[in-house]
């Protein structure tokens, strides 16, 4: 989704004993970082993660509606705040935020069906399409939106990455999607408990080449046929990649409840490779869970941690 504006003042800091509603783990901008709502304000505050220790209580009411997109005339994407602050009932909103969100019509702009005119005019503008390969080799075909073409690719946390084809407009991007997808059954989208499993135990650097190579160059021979201008321009990984590859164990506690203390070092997507308290070994953690949780900054301290675990 493109940048969400909302009301509020942004700031670059949180504030311990405050409440907030986690909205996403974000790459807008070039780094990651957590998009934050104070409960029971209109006040936004994003979090830089790399280098950040994130000491903070997991709110145990459950996961709350983080709101729902709406399109403006110009086609820019405008995000609401879930005017009663419901439980989610459907990923991360309720089930009123599920019906008003104008996003849910880009999934099948190209097959026909109702499209609000801000949606029309959001998917008229030029769009790529990639495809992406995670740590376990395995690839994706997806479409970015031209303003959205670095940031969509460091949300993905692939490994390696392709802008495989230039479109005109989102719906000539998703018919070749489409393409892709229908004669490789190459899937287009990935669960994010797929890609933490993925970075948990990762193929070699040379399988992961491998198969990105032979994704980028048949999905190559497949839009060919569709006359599709094909540059074919390969996706830098960020900076902030180093290091994850230096951790192989999962964070073993559940990040919807309880006190964590988790320092970054780095981060491929929305997981984060992490040192626990004090401690030196490294973790995988998947922020991305956060996302609809209500928590509460403090002096607090994750549970501990068997020194057993990286032998099992």
């Known amino acids: 989704m493109d940048e969400l504006s909302g009301g509020g003042m942004m700031r670059a ?17 070039g780094t990651p970082h957590l998009e934050l709502a104070e409960v029971g304000s ?37 995000g609401r705040d879930c005017p009663g602050a419901r439980p989610a009932v459907s990923g ?17 702009v190209h097959r026909g069906g109702y499209v609000p005119d801000g ?22 075909v997806g479409t970015a939106v031209h303003a959205r073409k670095r940031t969509r690719l460091d949300e993905q946390g692939a490994i390696r990455a ?20 229908g004669a490789l059954d190459i899937v287009q ?27 980028v160059q048949e999905a190559r021979e497949v839009l060919e046929g569709a006359s599709a201008v094909l540059p074919l321009e390969p996706w830098e990984p ?12 999962e964070y073993p506690h559940a990040l919807t409840s309880g006190d964590h203390c988790l320092s970054v070092v780095a981060m491929v997507g929305s997981v984060a490779s992490v040192r626990v308290n004090e401690e030196d070994d490294p973790f995988l953690a998947d922020l991305g869970v956060l996302a609809g949780r209500r928590v509460v900054p403090g002096a607090v301290r994750s549970d501990g941690i068997s020194t057993q675990l990286g032998l099992f």
């Open 238 to 249: 960020p900076a902030q990649h180093a290091g994850v590859s230096g951790a192989s164990d």
């Open 189 to 215: 989208s990935k669960r994010r408990s797929a890609k933490l499993s993925a970075l948990s135990r990762p193929r070699s650097a040379a399988e992961i080449e491998r198969a990105h190579g032979w994704a």
């Open 92 to 108: 991360r909103q309720c089930a009123e935020c599920a019906a008003a969100d104008e996003f849910r019509f880009i999934h099948h």
């Open 42 to 78: 209109n006040a936004r505050t994003v979090l830089p993660l790399i280098g950040t220790t994130l000491s903070f209580s997991v709110d145990g009411d459950g996961q709350f509606c983080t709101g729902h997109a709406i399109f403006a005339p110009s086609g820019e994407v405008k």
């Open 13 to 29: 800091s949180w504030l311990d004993g405050a409440r907030y509603l986690v909205r996403a783990v974000s790459w807008t901008g």
């Open 162 to 181: 392709t802008y495989l084809a230039w479109a005109d407009s989102g719906v000539t991007a998703r018919e070749y999607e489409d393409l892709v997808s």
């Open 119 to 140: 949606l029309r005019e959001y998917v008229a503008r030029p769009h790529w399409v990639y495809i992406a390969t995670f740590a376990d080799a395995s690839s994706k």
